[in-house]
T-cell receptor, first 116, second 116 residues
Framework: AQSVAQPEDQVNVAEGNPLTVKCTYS??????LFWYVQYPNRGLQFLLK??????LVKGSYGFEAEFNKSQTSFHLKKPSALVSDSALYFC??????????????FGKGTKLSVIP | GEEVAQTPKHLVRGEGQKAKLYCAPI?????VFWYQQVLKNEFKFLIS????????ETGMPKERFSAKCLPNSPCSLEIQATKLEDSAVYFC??????????????FGPGTRLLVL
């Protein structure tokens, strides 16, 4: 079975400061990892993914994430937070082999608040 | 289209009534997924399709839930005899394929179902 943990329900950061939203995962095989963002009353928007290759992946809106296999982590980062980054962030995983299913398993989400 | 479309945006039903939700995947995408987002932001996978064929239905409450993806029609998710606990946001997602490089799931804006 696959699972995702987002240990922080909420992260507060001052505008202009770097931000990190944490994610750890568990899969039986190799992972496909994703970050999505959800604005209030909106759907999920795809931010970035790790499939293979370089451990540091870059995505939309200046976000990046680092895949760490030994720590089974995929933390989302941004060097300088904007107020408009305030939203709900979800980490998701899928087993590369599709063992069991090709569905995404999501974490419970982290609410990011960027304070002006 | 270039985005996943879902209708209606909001749906209110009395307990015991039927609810039907629609999803138009991105043109050319072969896979459709349905997820249910309940209180506290938890996502639950319901069902997936490969074109018009059910691919994985392990998440479906089979007694009251059914889904279809017919050629040249939006996909649909139907709930017979809704219950209070069916109140949730239902998201549809589509992906080009399942294999590496084509696996990203793009989400629609969701349908918010309220059962009274």
């Amino acid at each position: 079975a696959q699972s995702v943990a987002q240990p922080e329900d909420q992260v507060n950061v001052a505008e202009g400061n770097p931000l990190t939203v944490k994610c750890t995962y568990s899969v039986s095989g190799n992972p496909y990892l994703f970050w999505y963002v959800q604005y209030p009353n909106r759907g999920l928007q795809f931010l970035l993914k790790y499939i293979t290759g370089d451990n540091l992946v870059k995505g939309s809106y200046g976000f990046e994430a680092e895949f760490n296999k030994s720590q089974t982590s995929f933390h989302l980062k941004k060097p300088s937070a904007l107020v408009s980054d305030s939203a709900l962030y979800f980490c998701a995983v899928r087993d590369y082999s599709g063992a069991g299913s090709y569905q995404l398993t999501f974490g419970k989400g982290t609410k990011l608040s960027v304070i002006p | 289209g270039e985005e996943v479309a879902q209708t209606p945006k909001h749906l209110v039903r009395g307990e015991g009534q039927k609810a039907k939700l629609y999803c138009a995947p991105i043109k050319g995408h072969s896979y459709v997924f349905w997820y249910q987002q309940v209180l506290k932001n938890e996502f639950k996978f319901l069902i997936s399709f490969q074109n018009e064929n059910v691919f994985d239905e392990t998440g479906m409450p089979k007694e009251r839930f059914s889904a279809k993806c017919l050629p040249n029609s939006p996909c649909s998710l139907e709930i017979q005899a809704t219950k209070l606990e069916d109140s949730a946001v239902y998201f549809c997602a589509s992906s080009l394929h399942l294999k590496r490089g084509q696996e990203t799931q793009y989400f629609g804006p969701g349908t918010r179902l309220l059962v009274l």
